[in-house]
Structures are given as C-alpha cells and as structure tokens.
Nanobody
Framework: QVQLVESGGGLVQAGGSLRLSCAAS????????MGWFRQAPGKEREFVAA????????GYADSVRGRFTISRDNAKNTVYLQMNSLKSEDTAVYFC????????????????WGQGTQVTVSS
C-alpha cells in the first residue's frame, strides 16, 4: 500500500514557476514508477509526466515538454514536478500517482493516487 500527499500548488502569474511535491508513505516507494497528471474543470484527467523507479527514465506530455521537469528522491520518498514558464492552460488540479514496474501514460493503469493540489495560472 502506498499513500500519496501532494503539496506546492497555488496561484502564479503566467511565465512564473512552481514546484510540486508528492510525499509517499511505505517502504517500497523506490520500487514504484511515479506519474503526475492534471485535471482541468470539465476535462478528463490527463498525463503530464512520469519517472521510472530509479529515476533513470522520464516521459512528458508534448504540452509540457521543455517547461516541466519531473524528478524523485527515493531517500526522502518524494517525487517533484518543477513547472516553469507556466501558461494559463496549465491551470488544473495536479495529482501524483504510483504504480509498480514501468511508468506509463495511461491514467487507469496507476494503482495509487493522491488527493491533488490546485495550480492556478493567471494571465
């Protein structure tokens, strides 16, 4: 069992930056691939970024590649999402998620989810 708690969301102006954190409980955190997803009002939850259990491989949605960076610190049981050059279209609730084995971009294939943190980008 893995429990996830996101933090770091807030209100930021377009062009600004935020860093989201996701703290995980459980001794097996380092064996899980981690993903970040987001959901805007009236839209489906979508993939943002993911990272392998070792941190050796990462993946990004086209809409955030080059602006967002995912990383993890297995000693701290934490995964991060550094978001730069934020745009109004990045406004959403951001969720972290975990799954054993390799990371994927499909929402339904993640086993554990956090409660989400709101990111609002003003233009």
């Amino acid at each position: 069992q893995v429990q996830l708690v996101e933090s770091g969301g807030g209100l930021v102006q377009a062009g600004g930056s935020l860093r989201l954190s996701c703290a995980a409980s459980g001794r097996t955190f380092s064996s899980y691939a981690m993903g970040w997803f987001r959901q805007a009002p009236g839209k489906e939850r979508e993939f943002v970024a993911a990272i392998s259990w070792s941190g050796g491989t990462t993946g990004y949605a086209d809409s955030v590649r080059g602006r967002f960076t995912i990383s993890r610190d297995n000693a701290k049981n934490t995964v991060y999402l550094q978001m730069n050059s934020l745009k109004s279209e990045d406004t959403a609730v951001y969720f972290c998620a975990a799954r054993p084995r390799d990371w994927v971009t499909t929402t339904r294939l993640y086993d554990y989810w956090g409660q989400g943190t709101q990111v609002t980008v003003s233009s």
